[in-house]
């Protein structure tokens, strides 16, 4: 694998904030549990099946918390994500509460279908189509999965936490093709706190 030298510049400002900070383990296990729950869940929606998007919200936002789980292979992958200012109105880098209301700037909970992909105002973006009461709002809302800076991490590394979307799933700029190729148009995102879901 060639790696660039912005890749690993990144990669790099990433890894020097480890020793300062351990990570919570992460289970694999329930992940593929929960992926497999929400996809048995939703079978009759979703339209393709080998790999899940999985956002954990009860990390913060200095953590990877975002999960693609290939459902064939069984690889897990993290990615940084960061959440909606509505849930987080004290700019303290964790959820505190999740909305499906117009207006709320939050991040909502629940299941996601995965559907077209446009150029929007943070460029390369996609659709969302909210699956349950807790995000049926979601598309109205234009709650989609795009690129950000404010995502970078790089902001970690100034801010100790990423910088927060309106309610979207915003992505390292780098990492955002992986993930729109990895989870779209037709897979299922699934998003909750998983401490408790």
């Not at 020097?16 to 289970?27: E, K, M, Q, S, W």
């Not at 659709?127 to 790089?154: K, M, Q, T």
């Not at 309106?166 to 401490?195: E, Y």
Request: proline letters at 5%; hydrophobic letters at 40%; glycine letters at 8%.
């Amino acid at each position: 694998m060639i790696v660039s030298r912005r890749q690993f510049v990144a990669g790099s400002a990433v890894l020097a904030l480890v020793p300062a900070r351990t990570f919570a383990a992460v289970d694999e296990n329930r992940l593929r549990m929960i992926a497999h729950r929400e996809l048995t869940r939703n079978q009759s929606t979703i339209w393709l099946r080998d790999t899940v998007g999985i956002a954990d919200f009860s990390r913060p936002s200095n953590e990877p918390r975002f999960f693609v789980v290939d459902m064939i292979g069984g690889q897990i992958r993290p990615f940084l994500v960061a959440h909606g200012r509505g849930s987080d109105p004290e700019h303290e880098g964790v959820v505190r509460r999740f909305s499906n209301e117009f207006e709320s700037l939050a991040s909502s909970r629940g299941a996601f279908l995965t559907h077209t992909w446009y150029d929007g105002i943070h460029g390369p973006s996609m659709r969302l189509y909210g699956l349950d009461p807790d995000n049926s709002n979601a598309e109205a809302r234009a709650i989609v999965v795009h690129g950000a800076w404010y995502a970078n991490p790089d902001m970690i590394e100034k801010w100790g936490k990423l910088g927060r979307s309106d309610g979207c799933f915003a992505f390292p700029q780098d990492d955002l093709m992986q993930i729109i190729a990895r989870v779209g148009p037709g897979r299922l995102i699934f998003s909750d706190k998983l401490s408790e879901a």
